[in-house]
């Protein structure tokens, strides 16, 4: 029994010392979890200390003000635009800048660096998709339209040990009018939809006021706004425009201009429709034509249905008596097609250009001048002008249609294609691929490449652009004799040259302008004499234009006091001795009379009855003078007994001369005496050719004049 | 024997692990109270901000009555047991610094005593809306 109690006490020490095993190892388990936990405990407080929450809250308000910097950017750019017309991108990277700057005002102990800069994004809704880049983009005046605005930020934040935290932000608005009512052909409508989604989704917060629907009034020739109630459909963002107070009739439901801002104030501007279309009728007698291969005409498309040429208005016609309206769009946005072969034919790009125009009140007679090219942001108005080409390549065409339509980029440049057109102002000259023209006058008195010096007179010196041969000034208008010799008292002054955009570095394409508004003459030969301010005040306009063999001159004189001389010229073009021979147009018979030039008998010789044209030429080369309908009837108005076409075969150095004259008193009769408010003025168009002989003047001189004007015909 | 051996070890384990859940869970206490302030200050503000609150009531062109507008706003949005200090400072363009109104208070101005256990957090406002024009709001914190 002692024996089992000893054993059972062993056996009972020995799960003793094992209890106490497994409580040890409990305890020492224990403790190790202790220390894990006081690990992780001061992990966990170590995160916490360091401020994720803190740093992150810093970012959000970094984003968060950016954003409110962006769209209130973007809310800025869009209204600027939509009421001024005007908006500054350049102004975006400052903001943002200055905003950076703010940022590390505002947390001066974060040292926080925000830096932006642009990024492109590509921005898809349904099937209309554009690029964002260069911070802002607008594509306005299109049935969709997009405002957005896209920024790449950096940040850095040195206190949380922060860098190179990148994020990019985006924000737009987009719209969209439902145009498929004008397919409809309804008499009228009442309503119409548009859709209107923001980057975050359709936006549903929008009211009547958020609307602004634009129709075209016939009787004051602008845009209206029209009353409407704008309420939600059931699909999100699609509003439903209804008019209050009028139903919009055909076809003005289809010129229809709508303005979205949503409520953070970004605006879209929509467009119902997206180009004009129209065509031009040639009305030059092709039975009378040999090739119709240069007949092209630079015309200019004004506001309302106004259409000119050659400083005609031109007629216009056709199945509809409504010209579509131009939307007030930046005149940069607009672009032209043409057909080549006939109107059903293709529709290729044309070189195009704006202008603007001025109705002058010029000694009380009201006359239409072009100031210069435009500025490009400025809206199509009452002065602006599209100007851009179409050709007649062939004889059997008889029409050609043209589309002047505009992009909706509102970043677009003004059209800036291929041209033959250059202006070097170093030199003062134009160049074409058909003539080139050195501009004499005040600041560049004699030419390189003709041997008299001008002294201000104001002439344009014709020089071949193959071989650089002059042919000598061609002389606006002249006045009287001066030690025998002709057309002594000239226009002086300095041309404007109308090359350049207006604040741009964008050049004219299709034509460059000069314009001379002088009320001074100078008596070209007397080297000392002053110029006057007694005779008569001259403006000019000359047009030097790309891709044709013409160039066109429009003059207006008045005299201021009377003067007694002889011989009045409304032109005078030399020839250098280059010439051969000569030919006009008689202006009673309508027959031509050619002849040559005898520079061994040289002479002035005059030639009763000019009619429309005159030309001078050789194997080489050859130059028609043409004047319109009204140019032939003032020149004939002073005096009709002495109008001439008159040459003169040799120059006052006495070398050969060769020139080729219209005279509205001839100088070879008795002295003429002018009267203060005599007036006139006339339009006359150069035409370059490789001569041979007068063909090609007697050709085209048809184009040039009022009663073969071209015909405009509006179409659906 | 071993039952209750192992019992015991059950025990001293559990009674392990509930101490040290007692201690893992973060405790109220004043050396991290500051940020867990400074979170709850920024949380307020950004959702006010997200709400359209924070800027209509900032920009108020009644400068007394959006302050006002704003202090109930904060009220509202803070635990009741916390008092704030809002201070909202125009920035002009040379960079200087103009205050706003008055102070927009809640509380007991001792509770804001302490500095070290007053959380301060800074935030900035771009624009209103219709044009840059920058505000910096500064908001203490400090627990009752």
């Excluded at chain 1, 790449?152 to 987009?174: Q, R």
């Excluded at chain 1, 059209?415 to 691929?433: E, I, K, R, V």
């Excluded at chain 1, 600041?443 to 071949?464: E, F, K």
């Excluded at chain 1, 509205?664 to 339009?683: E, K």
Aim: glycine content about 6%; hydrophobic content about 35%; charged content about 20%.
């Amino acid at each position: 029994m002692h024996f089992l109690k000893k054993t059972h006490r062993q056996c009972g020490s020995s799960r003793g010392e094992r209890g106490q095993f497994v409580i040890i190892a409990a305890l020492m388990m224990a403790i190790m979890i202790v220390s894990i936990a006081v690990v992780m405990y001061s992990t966990v407080s170590y995160y916490r200390y360091e401020s994720w929450e803190e740093y992150m809250g810093v970012v959000d308000n970094v984003m968060a003000g950016s954003k409110q910097v962006l769209v209130s950017m973007l809310a800025n750019y869009t209204k600027s635009f939509d009421e001024t017309g005007i908006a500054d991108k350049s102004v975006v990277g400052d903001m943002l800048l200055h905003w950076a700057t703010d940022l590390y005002r505002a947390f001066p102990g974060y040292g926080l660096n925000v830096s932006f800069s642009k990024r492109s994004a590509f921005i898809t809704v349904g099937s209309y998709n554009r690029w964002v880049n260069d911070f802002i983009k607008c594509y306005w005046h299109f049935p969709e339209g997009l405002s957005a605005i896209c920024a790449e930020a950096k940040i850095d934040a040195l206190k949380f040990g922060l860098y190179g935290y990148n994020t990019s932000a985006l924000y737009y608005l987009y719209a969209k009018v439902d145009i498929s009512y004008i397919a409809k052909n309804l008499d009228n409508i009442q309503n119409i939809n548009v859709t209107v989604i923001q980057e975050s989704g359709p936006a549903r917060d929008l009211t009547s006021s958020n609307f602004e629907v634009l129709r075209f009034d016939p009787s004051t020739n602008d845009w209206r706004a029209v009353d409407l109630i704008a309420n939600e459909t059931s699909d999100p963002g699609v509003y439903k425009l209804t008019f209050k107070s009028e139903n919009i009739a055909k076809p003005y439901y289809k010129w229809l201009l709508i303005t979205v801002r949503d409520n953070r104030g970004v605006r879209v501007r929509l467009c119902t429709y997206t180009y004009i279309e129209f065509e031009v009728e040639r009305k030059t007698p092709v039975s009378k034509m040999t090739s119709s291969a240069d007949e092209i005409y630079t015309l200019e498309c004004g506001i309302g249905g106004h259409w000119y040429w050659n400083g005609k208005e031109l007629t216009v016609e056709g199945d509809i008596t409504i010209m579509p309206p131009f939307p007030p769009v930046p005149i940069k946005q607009f672009r032209v097609n043409v057909t080549q072969t006939g109107s059903s034919s293709q529709l290729v790009a044309s070189p195009c250009q704006y202008e603007i125009w001025d109705k002058v009140t010029w000694h009380n007679k009201t006359i239409e001048v072009p100031r210069g090219l435009a500025e490009p942001w400025a809206r199509f108005n009452v002065s602006s002008r599209i100007v851009f080409q179409v050709k007649f390549p062939q004889l059997t065409i008889q029409k050609q249609r043209v589309r002047i339509y505009w992009l909706d980029d509102l970043d677009a440049e003004p059209y800036q294609g291929p041209s033959d057109l250059t202006y070097d102002s170093a030199t003062f000259t134009a160049n074409t691929n058909r003539y080139r023209v050195e501009f004499i006058g005040v600041g560049h008195t004699q030419s390189p490449t003709y041997p008299y010096d001008y002294y201000g007179v104001a002439a344009l010196v014709m020089i071949n652009p193959s071989n650089g041969l002059c042919f000598g000034p061609w002389n606006l208008h002249a006045f009287g004799i001066s030690g025998g010799s002709l057309a002594a008292w000239r226009p002086y002054g300095q041309w404007q040259i109308k090359y350049w955009y207006v604040n741009s570095t964008k050049r004219a394409v299709v034509r460059l302008i000069a314009i001379l508004n002088s009320t001074q003459v100078k008596n070209v030969y007397d080297a000392s004499g002053r110029p006057r301010s007694d005779y008569y005040d001259t403006y000019a306009v000359v047009f030097i234009t790309a891709n044709v063999k013409y160039l066109q001159v429009d003059v207006h004189i008045y005299w201021k006091q009377s003067k007694t001389d002889d011989g009045l010229w409304f032109a005078t073009i030399m020839g250098n001795g280059g010439p051969t021979n000569y030919a006009f147009l008689n202006y009673t018979t309508g027959s031509v009379g050619s002849y040559q030039y005898n520079y061994r008998d040289p002479r002035h010789r005059e030639y009763k009855y000019p009619g429309y044209w005159a030309a001078h030429w050789n194997d080489q080369f050859g130059r028609g003078l043409i004047l319109n309908d009204i140019s032939v009837q003032n020149l004939r108005s002073i005096n009709a007994n002495r109008t001439r076409f008159s040459v003169t075969e040799r120059a006052p150095s006495g070398a050969n001369q060769g020139s080729l004259e219209f005279e509205a008193v001839n100088c070879g009769g008795d002295v003429y005496t002018t009267y203060a408010g005599l007036s006139y003025g006339y339009a006359l168009a150069m035409w370059m050719y490789d001569g041979g002989s007068y063909a090609e003047v007697n050709t085209y001189y048809y184009m040039f004049l009022e009663t073969y004007a071209p015909k405009i015909w509006l179409c659906e | 024997m071993r039952v209750v051996e192992t019992i015991l070890a059950s025990i001293v384990i559990m009674v392990t692990l509930t101490f040290v859940n007692s201690v893992v869970i973060p405790p109220y206490s004043p050396r991290y109270e500051a940020t867990e302030l400074e979170k709850l200050g920024y949380n307020v503000l950004h959702n006010l901000e997200a709400r359209g609150i924070l800027t209509r009531y900032v920009y108020d062109p009644d400068i007394a009555k959006g302050q006002s507008l704003l202090r109930s706003a904060l009220m509202v949005s803070l635990p009741s047991d916390v008092y704030f200090n809002l201070t909202i400072y125009r920035l002009d363009e040379y960079g200087g610094l103009h205050m706003e109104g008055q102070n927009i208070f809640y509380g007991d101005p001792e509770a804001f005593q302490n500095p070290k256990l007053v959380s301060t957090v800074t935030y900035v406002l771009a624009s209103s809306g219709d044009y840059y024009d920058p505000r910096i709001l500064v908001l203490q914190l400090a627990r009752r």
